[in-house]
C-alpha cells in the first residue's frame, strides 16, 4: 500500500508538470511525447506513486498560483472544474 505524502514541489511534481506541460500544448505529437514519459515514469519501482504523489503536489500549486493570481479561491475554480467534467462527459455518454 502506498504512503501518500504531502504535497512539495520536488523531482515527482517537475515530471508530473513535464507531462502536464506536453499535454496542454495540444498537439498530437506533444501527447504522444507525454505518454511514452508517462510510461517511463510508471515503469519505475515507486513510479504510480511517485506520478500521482507528482500530479497532487502541481494541482495544489496551480490552485494557490490561481488563488493568488486571479483571486479565484481553490473551492471555487474546483466546483467550475467539477461542472465542466461533467458537461463534457453529458455530452460524450460518458455519465
Do not use: C
Amino acid at each position: 500500500m502506498a504512503s501518500w505524502r504531502t504535497p512539495e514541489l520536488d523531482r515527482s511534481a517537475a515530471d508530473a508538470l513535464a507531462v502536464l506541460t506536453l499535454y496542454a500544448s495540444g498537439r498530437p505529437e506533444d501527447a504522444a511525447l507525454a505518454g511514452d514519459l508517462l510510461d517511463d515514469l510508471v515503469a519505475r519501482p515507486d513510479g504510480v506513486e511517485s506520478v500521482i504523489g507528482g500530479l497532487v503536489s502541481i494541482s495544489a500549486a496551480l490552485l494557490a498560483l490561481l488563488e493568488h493570481q486571479a483571486a479565484v479561491r481553490p473551492p471555487d475554480a474546483l466546483d467550475h472544474l467539477g461542472r465542466l467534467v461533467l458537461q463534457l462527459a453529458g455530452e460524450r455518454g460518458e455519465l
